[in-house]
Nanobody
């Protein structure tokens, strides 16, 4: 079955850095758009960053120049390097794999990893 397993979350002080990882299994990883979403307490889940199978990237404005998404297709893993973290980055971060194939949408989620930015 499909599994997306996130790791790397934790508690960090403002201005600090964290690197999230998401290891995928059960899918042809290289054919999927990989996304990072986050959901703060009492808020909706929002897209943070995306990377296509070809390596094109996109970010929400609030994280541009601070976060970097990357992927290693040989390791079936997507990463989110988060620098200059702010308290408002506090959220549960979710990995998502998405693909449309023959008019069928495939969409898978990880269990999430908590990121807390606090002094």
């Amino acid at each position: 079955q499909v599994q997306l397993v996130e790791s790397g979350g934790g508690l960090v002080q403002p201005g600090g850095s964290l690197r999230l990882s998401c290891a995928a299994s059960g899918i042809i990883f290289s054919r999927y758009i990989m996304n990072w979403y986050r959901q703060g307490s009492g808020k909706q889940r929002d897209l943070v960053a995306a990377i296509t199978s070809g390596g094109s990237v996109n970010y929400v404005d609030s994280v541009k120049s601070r976060f970097t998404i990357s992927r290693d297709n040989a390791k079936n893993t997507v990463y989110l390097q988060m620098n200059r973290l702010k308290p408002e980055d506090t959220a549960v971060y979710y990995c998502n794999a998405a693909r449309v194939f023959r008019d069928t949408r495939y969409n898978y989620w990880g269990q999430g990893t908590q990121v807390t930015v606090s002094s």
